[in-house]
Nanobody, 122 residues
Framework: QVQLVESGGGLVQAGGSLRLSCAAS????????MGWYRQAPGKQRELVAA???????EYADSVKGRFTISRDNAKNTVYLQMNSLKPEDTAVYYC????????????????WGQGTQVTVSS
């Protein structure tokens, strides 16, 4: 079994910062891309940021210059540093990882964390 456990969400005032963490554990042979998604009430889940094993990154236009994604491959952990937060960043943030559970799994599977609430007050 593979688990993704997120932490670091909470309530912050506009202009503030938060750092999200997501640790993958369990039966893991290899991890490909890791990323963060978010879903606001009444909206579809959207990609916030993603990172490859060698550190290539991509960001949603709405967070470029404010959010930074990073990962620690030795710890199977991905981070999201969120600065200059805005009320429109309020959402449940989900961690995602493409994981090969064992050497003979044949394919990578997408796993999701349980989500962590980020609320930005104006």
């Amino acid at each position: 079994q593979v688990q993704l456990v997120e932490s670091g969400g909470g309530l912050v005032q506009a202009g503030g910062s938060l750092r999200l963490s997501c640790a993958a554990s369990g039966s893991i042979f290899s991890i490909n891309a890791m990323g963060w998604y978010r879903q606001a009430p009444g909206k579809q889940r959207e990609l916030v940021a993603a990172i490859t094993p060698v550190g290539n990154t991509e960001y949603a236009d709405s967070v470029k210059g404010r959010f930074t994604i990073s990962r620690d491959n030795a710890k199977n952990t991905v981070y999201l540093q969120m600065n200059s937060l805005k009320p429109e960043d309020t959402a449940v943030y989900y961690c995602n990882a493409d994981i090969l559970p064992s050497w003979n799994s044949g394919t990578y599977y997408a796993y999701w964390g349980q989500g962590t609430q980020v609320t930005v007050s104006s």
